[in-house]
């Protein structure tokens, strides 16, 4: 998958080190692709998987860049690693392993679209929870069964999906281990689009562009207005106000803006003028009236 012009660099090995990595990278001038790669295990989030994200989101906070994150083989993520999760016990569940890098990818400088193909389970649809824009296909089943192993959703569906989908929704998820299908999860806002298979990448990197054509400081601070808590709103709105009002980029565009629309009134007006002209003249006539010649017949 590429797009958004210029070279791109793929690097299959980002994060783990050595060809076995469980992401493979794709980096271009304005948006970075992260595709899951543990197809054996249909994508399932391990120790090394949550080590490569944080060396991914460590690029993306030096450098902000639209970020694309899908699966692959026809699965988003099928949950967490059972087999470590087996092993883990109390020291292991307050570091919070998945959720701080669930946390991280959501507080990212510019916003995230998850392409969520397939299953995205117990810490897969917390992964996506923690996007922006998560987009499905019809083969897309989404939910948290976490208490069917005797833990729960701790990795930011317990609050996360409350605010996305609403409390009932989410109690029936998280409590009643309800996976959804892709319509539903659609009808309730928890994808925001739903298309064909082989339309999934084509609708992220539409996505992606018209992101990427706006003003990328806009972009930024708007989200981080979004995500500030209520108490820090009007301030937070008003502070980054006073930063774009200042940018070079603010003047650019607004110009653009106002010399396009002065450039439409311009036309309009014309073809008004032309309009009224035109039904002044009216209909010609031959004031002259028709000629005959000397045999009497008209011409």
């Not at 450098?63 to 059972?82: C, H, M, Q, R, Y």
Request: charged share 25%; glycine share 10%; hydrophobic share 40%.
């Amino acid at each position: 998958m590429s797009a958004g012009g210029g070279g791109a660099a793929t690097d299959p090995a980002s994060g783990a080190g050595g060809g076995n990595s469980p992401l493979v990278v794709e980096r271009l001038p304005d948006r970075v692709i992260i595709r899951l790669s543990r197809p054996e295990v249909r994508n399932a989030i391990d120790q090394d998987m949550v080590d490569a994200l944080h060396e991914v989101c460590a690029e993306l906070e030096v450098e902000p860049k639209v970020a694309i994150l899908t699966g692959s083989n026809g699965v988003f993520a099928a949950g967490a690693d059972i087999g470590q999760l087996r092993n883990r016990g109390r020291q292991e569940a307050l570091a919070g392993i998945n959720s701080k890098v669930f946390t991280r990818i959501q507080e990212l400088p510019m916003p995230v679209i998850a392409l969520v193909e397939g299953f995205a389970l117990g810490g897969g649809a917390e992964l996506a929870f923690a996007c922006d824009f998560r987009i499905g296909t019809p083969t897309t089943k989404i939910g948290n069964p976490e208490t069917g192993l005797g833990i729960l959703a701790a990795a930011g569906a317990a609050w996360r999906l409350r605010e996305l989908v609403g409390e009932p929704r989410a109690k029936e998820i998280l409590l009643a281990g309800r996976t959804l299908q892709a319509d539903e999860a659609k009808s309730i806002g928890l994808l925001n689009d739903v298309v064909d298979p082989e339309d999934l990448e084509l609708a992220g990197q539409a996505l992606a562009d018209r992101i990427a054509s706006f003003a990328p400081l806009a972009v930024r601070l708007s989200k981080s207005a979004f995500h500030a808590p209520r108490e820090a709103h009007p301030l937070i709105d008003n502070l980054a106000q006073a930063v774009l009002f200042e940018t070079e980029e603010k003047y650019t565009r607004m110009d653009a803006f106002l010399a396009k629309r002065e450039a439409k009134k311009r036309k309009k007006a014309e073809a008004v003028a032309t309009q009224a002209m035109d039904e002044q003249a009216g209909p010609r006539t031959d004031q002259a009236g028709p000629r005959t010649d000397q045999e009497g017949t008209t011409e």
